[in-house]
């Protein structure tokens, strides 16, 4: 098969390999007063990314990825607390993601280790502007129906180019704003808006990296700010069948002109949708059967006409996690990527996975 980094690249083969993988986490909690909890997180992991470096693409990204040789480092320090029996505050100090202090709108699809096999299909990428960041989530609960969250993040600099800014004026942030309603048991509707700026030193990722490379960098690696808004949607026909949707549009605007061709206040429009369906307790209690189809982040208009995408890249996807005990659950399953980096010139790229998950 091949495919194309982008809509002028030219196609490169790819060979179909397999890889062993891991990832070990060990979760530390502690609590002072009996309602708030300190999570300290150690984790090693070894898993090659299936981004633009190995695929041509981030659409083919697993759930979780990354490798640092399996040497242990602290992932995630966060401490949660009530400030009233409504409100919830999260104080992140690193790994801090905002759809972890939050509902996404997935449920059975959005947990890493347990959940849906691609990247893309945990949940709308709205929620990755967070970027395992150092910041806070404020949730508060007016009655059983409605919810309001807000959270700001900033963004780690890439290891390669660090940068030692913090967001508050010209680093790389996220600023998020969320309304949920559920008027049934059965039915909870959300509306999310986030508003980022990225710092070049920190890498630009306007997508989450889960869409094309023009979807991730629409005007190329410079200093650029974006409004996201997000509409998601989840219904439960009854206690063992779960539908889901969301889509997701970016308005990304560049903040400098040193790159050939980009003038300041350019813009670019990027759309992303999915649906979801999830069946609990399929062949035995705790297992889960899901299906997932969507396209990822694509950039419809760009003032930078040859950073747009002239195709349509689909994503389907369906997994079966098989709980064989409380500790133990086997995931095989796998996903396609038609038009890959929303290029029909491009090879369909198929992605098969078995996920081991122990819980202790």
Known sequence: MAVASGSTASKRNLDVNTIFANRL??????????????????????????????????????????NNNNNDFLQKLEYRFPLSSQAVVYLSATGGEFNDNMFNFNP????????????????????????????????????????????????????????????????????????????????????????????????????????????????????????????QANFRLNPTISLSGWVGYTIAIAEDSTTTNVTRGDNAEIWNWAVTLGLSDVGSEGSFLGFIFGMPPKVTSNDINTRKDKDTSYHLEAFYRYRLNDNIAITPGGFVIFNPEHNSSNNNIYVGSVRITYSF
């Open 25 to 66: 986490r060990l979760n530390l909690y502690t609590s002072f007063t009996g309602k708030d909890r300190l999570q300290t997180r150690l984790q090693a992991i070894n898993i090659t990314p299936f981004s633009t470096a190995v695929t041509g693409t981030n659409m083919t990204r697993l759930a979780f990825d990354g």
């Open 108 to 231: 059975g699809f959005d947990p890493s280790g347990n959940g849906a096999l691609s990247r893309f299909g945990r949940f709308n990428p709205i929620y990755r502007e967070s970027a395992e960041g150092t910041g806070a989530t404020f949730n508060y609960s007016f009655n059983k129906a409605l919810t309001l969250s807000l959270g700001y993040m900033t963004r780690p600099s890439v290891a390669s180019n660090p940068v030692n800014k913090f967001g508050l004026y010209d680093g790389s942030y996220a600023a998020l704003a969320q309304l949920a309603f559920q008027p049934t048991n059965n039915l909870n509707l959300g509306f999310t808006y986030v508003h980022s700026y990225y710092n070049p030193a920190g890498g630009v990722q306007v997508s989450g990296t889960t869409g094309s490379v023009f979807a991730n960098q629409p005007f190329g690696n410079i200093a650029t700010s974006a409004n996201h808004y997000g509409l």
